[in-house]
């Protein structure tokens, strides 16, 4: 692998670390942190679509919104097709 490959992999793996960090925030700010596995999907998912190019900033944007927001988080894992976890308090 040549030097100028290591160091996009570099830069898209410290990326792909930025993101799962604000997903995890926009998930778990403000809620207990039990782990979740319907949450744990949900970013899988999230950082899936993000690290094949299929997902641009600004609807990542969007997405880290709707996550934050309690009253709206259910509509990410619907659209990521996750199931929404039995507790919705975990949710």
């Given at each position: 692998?040549?030097?100028?490959?290591?160091?996009?992999?570099?830069?898209?793996?410290?990326?792909?670390?930025q993101?799962?960090?604000?997903?995890?925030?926009?998930?778990?700010?403000?809620?207990?942190?039990?782990?979740?596995?319907?949450?744990?999907?949900?970013?899988?998912?999230?950082?899936?679509?993000?690290?094949?190019?299929?997902?641009?900033?600004?609807?990542?944007?969007?997405?880290?919104n709707?996550?934050?927001?309690?009253?709206?988080?259910?509509?990410?894992?619907?659209?990521?097709?996750?199931?929404?976890?039995?507790?919705?308090?975990?949710?």
């Amino acid at each position: 692998m040549g030097q100028s490959n290591q160091i996009i992999l570099a830069h898209r793996s410290v990326d792909l670390d930025q993101d799962h960090d604000l997903i995890h925030k926009a998930l778990y700010e403000g809620c207990p942190e039990p782990f979740c596995l319907s949450r744990s999907r949900l970013i899988r998912a999230i950082l899936h679509q993000r690290s094949s190019g299929l997902l641009p900033n600004d609807a990542f944007e969007g997405i880290l919104n709707t996550a934050r927001n309690p009253a709206t988080r259910a509509r990410a894992f619907t659209l990521f097709q996750i199931q929404l976890p039995e507790d919705l308090a975990c949710a």
